[in-house]
């Protein structure tokens, strides 16, 4: 991934990185569609200027080795590095981060957190998990390694993380399929204050988007289909013609 990265010219990288996030669009399109905040500026026109610097910050965080904690082929291996959270909140000024209330729990304290809290032995296969108040999603990525840890397989939970924030929320839905938590992890974008929990909604929009890639297949499976009958077609004239 990072040569082919690295290998992009600066004025198509936004497409290029396109593909990649269509490609996890077939697999999560429920996570894409909450993690759109992220990956909107790939559709937005940006200058010549712009465009190379975007190309040097990329190429810079490869060279610093970002893929080392978020492209290994063992999701336990990119699952020990909360580099997203980080980022998200480095980026954001400090006025921004008071007004959403929003703090960043360190990774070791995120560590010792789902040590004393998680009950790893007696937590039974499909149980939920609910952070209400996720941000990025830091704690669930110490609480997926803790479960690694011990034998347990992530995939046997229900994830549910919600934050009022779009961006957090993006965050954590990007994460989600870092750290593998499986097709059982959803999340949403809302206020728990005001609006409760989101499960429902964040697993009724799942359905939805899986639904609505299904039929996107199948509509694709048709016209290559129907493509593939008109050049026989177009093949059987021709070889009548000449004969």
Known sequence: MGEFITAYPAERLPSGLGEVVAHHWWQRPDLIDVASPIFRWMEEGHEPGVLRAIK???????????????????????SREDLLSWTISALRHESGRAGLGEVLTPDPMCDLM???ALDVDNLPDGAWLNDPASGAGGMFRS???????????????????????????????????VWDLGIGAVVSCGDTL????????????????????????AAAST?????QVEQLIGRATADGAAA
């Not at 609006?195 to 899986?210: C, I, K, P, S, V």
């Open 56 to 78: 040097i910050v990329a190429n810079t965080a490869i060279k610093h080795g970002v893929l080392i904690h978020t492209g290994d082929v063992d999701p336990e291996n990119r």
């Open 114 to 116: 789902s040590y004393i």
């Open 143 to 177: 609480a997926a390694q803790r479960l690694r840890e011990a034998g347990r397989d992530p995939h046997s939970f229900r994830w549910a993380l919600q934050d009022i924030d779009p961006m957090s929320a993006a965050g954590a839905a990007v994460n989600v399929m």
């Open 194 to 217: 005001s609006e409760g929990d989101l499960t429902m909604r964040a697993l009724a929009h799942q359905q939805a988007a899986f639904e609505h890639r299904d039929r996107m297949v």
């Open 223 to 227: 016209a290559a289909a129907l493509h």
